[in-house]
């Protein structure tokens, strides 16, 4: 059981942001141990086990985004509308040149970077994804930690971090190798789950975002705060949407299960026929997209 015998605890309990104590349980009844401070920071307190995490992030891990099915093409094209919406987001700052997409996954976001010019790189902690990436780009894939990849000072024009950042054990030590391999004047994309949303305050301690494997939940504020620290200028933070279909969103409530959007999506499931199911359209769910340059 996650959170069990195999937990491992953070040191004194610090904030992992500001380094204070002043932190509080944030829900009596949640079943994760989420934690805040009084400077906004929320995460887990003890993280999850490295053989919980292990457990967490076998092949059937990738099951909810419809790879384990025989058609590709419906993810595929939910995921590259989402990741072309964030390019442009980035065309203001920075046109081409060489990015790395660190949590790269099987390579979507890569897919459309490489159509439109960039020059790519991956970096993939899971042996299942990374695999599938390298089918497609070969050894601009590195499977293993970002650390362990060893990239050259000041290699990279642009660096994206989507649904990566909450996943990360040492934010500082990873944040500080992020600015080592970024060129002067380089960009830093994030996307990461809101914990100032709409949906966080609605659902509360049920919030879909709230998962054994997510360490960490920012805010506009404590996002801004974390880049500061680590010496990053800020640019822009907004809410982001991502392209998904009805199909999709039931298959992730199927999987993830919450106790009043699983019934009510399983129930919708029957009244719409299944080429309704496959129409791609945008959505806010709780997350936030923050740019920010390196000095």
Request: hydrophobic fraction near 40%.
């Amino acid at each position: 059981m996650l959170f069990g015998k195999t937990m491992v605890m953070l040191h004194s309990r610090n904030c992992p942001l500001c380094g204070g104590q002043n932190i509080r349980k944030k829900y009596v009844d949640a079943q994760l141990p989420i934690w805040q401070c009084i400077c906004g920071a929320v995460f887990l307190s003890p993280f999850p086990s490295a053989e919980d995490l292990k457990e967490i992030y076998r092949k059937t891990y990738y099951d909810s985004w419809g790879l384990a099915a025989e058609d590709e093409d419906g993810p595929r094209q939910m995921k590259q509308l989402t990741f072309m919406a964030r390019l442009k987001k980035i065309s203001p700052f920075l046109k081409k040149g060489k990015v790395l997409d660190v949590g790269c996954a099987n390579g979507y976001f890569l897919e459309v970077a490489n159509a439109a010019g960039w020059e790519i790189s991956g970096v993939e902690l899971s042996e299942y994804s990374s695999g599938l990436a390298k089918q497609k780009f070969g050894d601009r894939i590195f499977n293993g930690a970002i650390e362990e990849a060893h990239f050259a000072d000041k290699t990279f024009d642009l660096i994206t971090l989507s649904d990566l950042l909450e996943h990360i054990q040492d934010l500082t030590a990873f944040m500080r190798e992020v600015f080592r391999i970024l060129k002067p004047c380089g960009l830093l994309m994030i996307v990461t789950p809101n914990a100032a949303s709409l949906t966080c305050r609605m659902m509360g301690a049920k919030w879909s975002h709230y998962k054994a494997e997510h360490l960490y939940y920012f805010s506009p504020v404590t996002i801004q705060a974390l880049l500061k620290k680590n010496n990053f200028i800020p640019l822009r933070v907004e809410a982001s949407y991502k392209y998904l279909n009805l199909s999709y969103i039931i298959k992730q409530f199927k999987t993830y299960r919450h106790p009043f959007f699983t019934p009510l999506f399983t129930g919708i499931e029957q009244l719409f026929p299944r080429s309704s199911k496959q129409i791609n359209f945008p959505v806010f769910c709780g997350e936030i997209l923050v740019l920010a340059k390196k000095p």
